[in-house]
């Protein structure tokens, strides 16, 4: 059974909905060292088995950094990265910003990881194994 999870930006403009297999409370956020996600504290939350559902919005605005593959979800009116996605034709992968979850659980841990030492074609298949399929309503 899927447990779900309601998140926003900041402002609340851009909402989305994670659905896990599991508990939050079970899963270890990522930290992403590369200056990107430092500077913003980004922690992203996800799941291969669960689904991140995405609201069409045109208060959110993309940025791509590093290798230009993902590409991050911000707001326009708050600038919070709410999530990341990737697109591997047809399909389209993601991760949430833990930050950005309503029900959030702390205090927590993090794992930190290292894309940025990753080759493009490795970035892509780790995410494929690592983050949720997504939904776009």
Not at 5 to 23: D, H, I, M, T
């Amino acid at each position: 059974m899927m447990q779900s999870y309601s998140g926003s930006c900041r402002c609340g403009e851009n909402e989305f909905e994670l659905q896990l297999p599991k508990a939050l409370r079970e899963y270890i956020p990522r930290r992403c060292d590369c200056d990107f996600c430092t500077k913003r504290n980004i922690e992203y939350i996800s799941d291969p088995n669960g689904l991140l559902i995405l609201s069409k919005s045109s208060l959110a605005k993309f940025k791509q950094q590093g290798s230009n593959q993902a590409r991050f979800l911000e707001c326009n009116k708050c600038e919070q990265v709410f999530a990341v996605i990737y697109n591997q034709n047809p399909n389209f992968f993601g991760a949430a910003n833990y930050a950005c979850l309503r029900s959030v659980e702390s205090p927590h841990s993090s794992q930190t990881v290292s894309p940025k030492l990753l080759g493009a074609e490795d970035k892509a298949s780790r995410w494929q194994e690592l983050w949720c399929p997504i939904k776009i309503i």
